[in-house]
C-alpha cells in the first residue's frame, strides 16, 4: 500500500465527520496497528496528523492510510472499538495475552441431566457460564475438589447415551444419571449446588444443607442425614478459607496492578458476600506505556467484555480514563447498575494495595520465566540463522506435513512457531481437496498453494473473514517442508502465480528471498563454522 500524499490527507481529514466513533490506522502493508474511539473523530484524528507528541509520534512513523467508522454515541464507539481489537489485536493497543485461550466452565441447565464441562466459547444457550479463567491448571483443581463433594457427569452425550456407568460411577465422582441411579429433580438440584460455589454462595449452600440434614433426622432417615452431615463439614471447610474482607453483602471486584518496565501484570479479586472467593491474574501486551487512567480503562473494557459475571461494585486502586462511558458500557452488560470505586483510605485501600503488591510478585516470577525463555530460544535462533546462511534470526516459522491413508482422509498440517516458541493457537490443518489419490508432492504444492493465497487476500483486504485469521495473515520469516527435496523442489510451480518468494530447489543449502527463508527438512548443512562450540551446539539441536 502506498502511502497517502499530505493534500489527500487534509483533504480527507477534513470529510471525517464532528462524531462519535471509531478509526483504524494502519501501516504499509495495510495491516492494522491501531484501533481508536473518539468523540470527536475530526479532532482526534487531527491531534495524530498535525502534532503527534509521545507515543503518538512513534505510532505516526508506521501509519500510511486510516479509516473511520461512526456510531450513534459513544458508549457504542466504546463497544464498537472493543470487537475491533479482538478482530484485528492491533500492536499498539493494549490486550489480554492469551485471551482467546482461556478456560469457562459450563453448565448447561437447559439438558435433563447437565453435563458440567470446560469451554473455550460463550454461547447464546441458555447455559450458566464461569469464567474467564486465566489459569487452566486452577479451574481444573477447582472442579476436581467440587466433584469429590459433590460428584457429576461429565462424560460426553454419546457415552451418556449408552446407558451404562462407568468407573467414574464406582469411585463416587458420578451419580449415575446414565443408569437412573438418581432422578432427574435431584441431579439437576445437585448441579444447582455445584453452582453455589463455584459463585462463592457457600454459605447458602450450607444452610440448606443443614435444613436437609435436619429434616432427614426427624425423618429417622440417619443414612441420609449422616451424608449431609459430611457435606456440610466439607462445605465449611471451603467457606472458612474464604476471607471476610468487608461488612457488606455486595458482590465486588477488586482491581489493582503491578508495572515493571513495559510488562504490566493486573490482579482481579473476587469478592462475593463480603468474602474473599478468589483472584485471578491476567499479563497484558501491546504499547503499555500509556497512563494509568488508560491502562485501567483498556483493562476493564477486554476482560469484562467476556466476563461472566459483572458485580455490583468495582473497586479500582485508581480512576478511569472516561470513566462515564465505561460505567455506561458496564451497565447495559449487566442490565443494571454499576459503581466504580476508588477509596482513598479505610478497609477497601488497603485491600487494593494488597492486591497490587501481590501483582507485583506475580510479574516478578513471569519476568524471571521471560528471562529465562528467552536465555534459551535465541542462541537456538542465531545457531539456525547462522546454519541457514540468514541475515537475521527467524521470527515465525511455519513448518508443513501431509498425512493420509493410502490417499483418504487426506489432511495437511501446518504448525507455527515465533520467538522460537509455539504458538498453539497459529496452528491449522488443510482438508484435502483438490488432489486424488496417494500424491504427497501435489498435496503439499494445494496446501502451500492455499495457505499463500489467503495471505495475499488478508494483505489486500479484498475479504474480511480472511483478514479475521491471524494466523494466515501473518507473513512467515521461514517455511519447513517436511519429506525432503522432492517436496521442496514442487513449490517453484505451485508459487508461479505469487507474489511470495520462490524457495530453492537444491537441497544443500537453504537462501533467504525478500526476507522469507525455505527450507527442506532433509537439506544438507554447512560443513564450516565459526567455531567447534558453535557447530556442536548447532548439530545437537539439528
Not at 352 to 368: F, G, H, M, N, P
Not at 530 to 539: F, G, H, K, N, V
Request: aromatic share 8%; with cysteine; charged share 30%.
Amino acid at each position: 500500500m502506498q502511502a497517502v500524499g499530505e493534500d489527500t490527507i487534509r483533504k480527507r481529514l477534513r470529510a471525517v465527520p464532528e462524531a462519535p466513533g471509531c478509526y483504524l490506522l494502519r501501516d504499509a502493508a495495510g495491516k492494522v496497528i491501531y484501533v481508536g474511539k473518539a468523540l470527536r473523530l475530526r479532532s482526534r484524528l487531527r491531534s495524530y496528523f498535525q502534532a503527534p507528541q509521545g507515543q503518538k509520534l512513534e505510532l505516526m512513523k508506521r501509519i500510511h492510510d486510516f479509516e473511520v467508522m461512526r456510531t450513534a454515541n459513544d458508549v457504542e464507539a466504546l463497544v464498537l472499538e472493543n470487537e475491533l481489537i479482538k478482530h484485528y489485536q492491533p500492536r499498539f493497543n493494549i490486550r489480554l495475552k492469551d485471551d482467546k485461550n482461556f478456560l469457562y466452565l459450563k453448565l448447561p441447565m437447559r439438558e435433563d441431566y447437565p453435563r458440567v464441562h470446560y469451554t473455550r466459547r460463550i454461547h447464546n444457550d441458555g447455559a450458566i457460564y464461569f469464567g474467564p479463567f486465566a489459569s487452566a491448571l486452577g479451574l481444573r483443581q477447582t472442579v476436581k475438589s467440587i466433584r469429590q463433594l459433590l460428584p457429576f457427569r461429565t462424560c460426553s452425550d454419546d457415552v451418556f447415551r449408552q446407558g451404562r456407568v462407568c468407573l467414574d460411577f464406582h469411585i463416587k465422582r458420578c451419580p449415575g444419571p446414565c443408569e437412573g441411579r438418581i432422578s432427574r429433580e435431584d441431579y439437576r438440584a445437585r448441579v444447582q449446588e455445584v453452582a453455589m460455589l463455584m459463585e462463592g454462595r457457600s454459605d447458602v449452600l450450607a444452610r440448606d444443607l443443614h435444613g436437609r440434614m435436619e429434616q432427614s433426622a426427624e425423618k429417622l432417615d440417619f443414612e441420609n442425614a449422616a451424608r449431609y452431615r459430611d457435606k456440610l463439614r466439607a462445605v465449611e471447610k471451603i467457606a472458612d478459607r474464604q476471607k471476610v474482607v468487608t461488612r457488606g453483602r455486595d458482590d465486588q471486584d477488586l482491581v489493582s496492578y503491578a508495572r515493571q518496565g513495559k510488562d504490566v501484570f493486573v490482579e482481579v479479586a473476587y469478592i462475593r458476600g463480603g468474602k474473599m472467593v478468589g483472584h485471578d491474574g491476567h499479563a497484558l501486551e501491546g504499547e503499555l506505556d500509556v497512563p494509568e487512567a488508560e491502562l485501567l480503562r483498556s483493562f476493564l473494557v477486554r476482560y469484562y467484555s467476556s466476563a461472566t459475571h459483572i458485580p455490583r461494585t468495582i473497586v479500582l486502586t485508581a480512576a478511569v480514563d472516561e470513566e462515564e462511558q465505561v460505567r455506561q458500557w458496564l451497565e447495559q452488560r449487566r442490565e443494571g447498575p454499576v459503581a466504580l470505586e476508588v477509596p482513598q483510605r479505610g478497609r477497601k485501600r488497603q485491600l487494593v494495595d494488597q492486591l497490587a503488591e501481590t501483582a507485583a510478585e506475580e510479574l516478578k516470577q513471569l519476568r524471571i520465566q521471560w528471562d529465562y525463555d528467552r536465555s534459551r530460544t535465541e542462541p537456538m535462533l542465531q545457531a539456525l540463522a547462522y546454519a541457514l546462511d540468514l541475515d537475521a534470526p527467524p521470527h515465525r516459522i511455519e513448518c508443513y506435513d501431509i498425512s493420509n491413508i493410502q490417499g483418504e482422509s487426506a489432511t495437511g498440517a501446518m504448525v507455527v512457531f515465533e520467538e522460537g516458541r509455539p504458538k498453539h493457537e497459529d496452528y491449522r490443518s488443510f482438508r484435502i481437496r483438490y488432489t486424488p489419490g496417494p500424491n504427497d508432492f501435489a498435496m503439499m504444492q494445494e496446501v502451500l498453494r492455499r495457505r499463500f493465497a489467503r495471505l495475499e487476500s488478508a494483505q489486500r483486504r479484498e475479504d474480511s473473514a480472511e483478514v479475521a485469521d491471524r494466523s494466515f495473515s501473518t507473513r512467515p520469516d521461514m517455511v519447513l517442508i517436511d519429506g525432503g527435496k522432492s517436496r521442496a523442489s514442487g513449490w517453484p510451480r505451485s508459487g508461479r502465480r505469487s507474489s511470495h518468494p520462490t524457495p530453492p530447489t537444491r537441497s544443500s543449502r537453504s537462501t533467504t528471498r525478500r526476507g522469507c527463508s525455505w527450507s527442506s527438512a532433509s537439506a544438507t548443512r554447512r560443513t564450516a563454522s565459526p567455531s567447534p562450540t558453535t557447530a556442536r551446539s548447532a548439530a545437537r539441536r539439528r
